[in-house]
């Protein structure tokens, strides 16, 4: 009788896919509501002089997408590396978040940038939480 082999998994790529487009959805939201309520969305430096409906999709889904498909497949191999990718990724959101206040024209796009870039970071943390600890512990003791 052969064991079955179980794949470590450091969390499950499902919570990636609704953390991302969840951020998405929150983010889009909160471009509607700031156009509402007269924010500019333009900008005096950086990337962008304006930014559109389109940015926010293209800017916020698939990044967390794509990288936290990286982190899914290199945390297989060292679990540990799912919580450095969860500090850097959220220090790197919000030092993003903070440059929006330089850049903005007014003070609406900055507040709804930013309030943007924290719904981000905190689905990029709960995307990339290592959360199947107890499988893989429950996993290697099958193994046994």
Aim: neutral net charge; contains cysteine; aromatic residues 14%.
């Amino acid at each position: 009788m052969q064991a079955e082999a179980r794949f470590k998994m450091p969390f499950n790529f499902a919570q990636v896919v609704i953390a991302a487009f969840g951020a998405m959805s929150l983010s889009v939201l909160a471009y509607f509501i700031a156009r509402v309520i007269g924010a500019s969305m333009e900008y005096s430096g950086g990337l962008f002089q304006n930014l559109d409906f389109i940015h926010i999709v293209r800017f916020t889904a698939p990044p967390i997408l794509v990288l936290g498909f990286l982190t899914f497949l290199i945390g297989r191999a060292k679990p540990g590396f799912c919580r450095i990718a969860q500090v850097i990724g959220v220090a790197v959101v919000l030092a993003s978040a903070v440059v929006q206040w330089f850049f903005a024209e007014d003070w609406g796009t900055a507040l709804a940038v930013t309030i943007m870039h924290l719904v981000v970071a905190a689905s990029w943390y709960i995307a990339v939480n290592y959360s199947n600890r107890k499988f893989n512990e429950i996993a290697e003791l099958e193994n046994i």
